[in-house]
């Protein structure tokens, strides 16, 4: 099975801060990348899929790149409702692999 | 607006079953493939089973492939997960999630709430 190896863990940022999260894969994962939001008590929302495609209805200072085996998640200007846990997830075969997350708080 | 549902979740004794629902609205079911992904409590997402929109074609993680059984009513616009076996680990919240397409792809565009299964004795 693919590992995905996400970091960091966790994050404090303050509002209108660029973040950045890395997503390494264990093997080439030919850009079959997604990037998750997760907030308490719900069911993950896709909001990057094929690596740095921004699902429909995603703000836009959610971003991704990054290919083969080494992405990023990018938030360019920090937003309070932004507070949440994020995953990245590959998907080139089964079985599909998330990342460990990574929580996001603000300072 | 596309919602899924799920239920089912419980209290289910080690070597026990459960069998957890997962109801669809808002979208032409048969024309997606689905997936139940679970999460241990204060853990990271894992993978568990796919299945295609017909129905036709099914995939499980080592982690349960013998004991889980996924399947899907169409009529019914529901999908299911058959938890047989249980041990403590299967402990989680189970979501469902939808594919784009009808084969089992891996991009989830929408997800449910979950249900949460319990294995204690």
């Known amino acids: 099975d693919i590992q995905m190896t996400q970091s960091p863990s966790s994050l404090s940022a303050s509002v209108g801060d660029r973040i950045t999260i890395t997503c390494q894969a264990s093997h080439n994962i030919n850009n079959y990348l997604n990037w998750y939001q997760q907030k308490p008590g719900k069911g993950p929302k896709l909001l990057i899929y094929?690596?740095?495609n921004l699902e429909t209805g995603v703000p836009s200072r959610f971003s991704g790149r990054g290919s083969g085996t080494d992405f990023t998640f990018t938030i360019s200007s920090l937003q309070p409702e932004d507070v949440a846990t994020y995953y990245c997830?590959?998907?080139?075969?089964?079985?599909?692999?998330f990342g460990q997350g990574s929580k996001l708080e603000i300072k | 607006e596309v919602q899924l549902l799920e239920s089912g979740g419980g209290l289910g004794q080690p070597g026990g079953s459960l069998r957890l629902s997962c109801a669809a609205s808002g979208v032409t079911f048969s024309s997606y493939a689905m997936s139940w992904v679970r999460q241990a409590p204060g853990k990271g997402l894992e993978w568990v089973s796919a299945?295609?929109?017909?129905?036709?074609?099914?995939y499980y993680a080592d982690s349960v492939k013998g004991r889980f059984t996924i399947s899907r009513d169409n009529s019914k616009n529901t999908l299911y997960l058959q938890l047989n076996g249980l041990r403590a680990e299967d402990t989680a919240i189970y979501f469902c999630?939808?594919?784009?397409?009808?084969?089992?792809?891996?991009?989830?565009?929408?997800w449910g709430q979950g249900t949460m299964v319990t294995v204690s004795s």
């Open positions: 997830q590959h998907y080139d075969h089964l079985p599909y692999t």
């Open positions: 999630a939808k594919d784009p397409i009808a084969v089992a792809y891996g991009a989830f565009d929408m």
């Open positions: 094929e690596a740095s």
């Open positions: 299945i295609s929109g017909n129905g036709g074609t099914t």
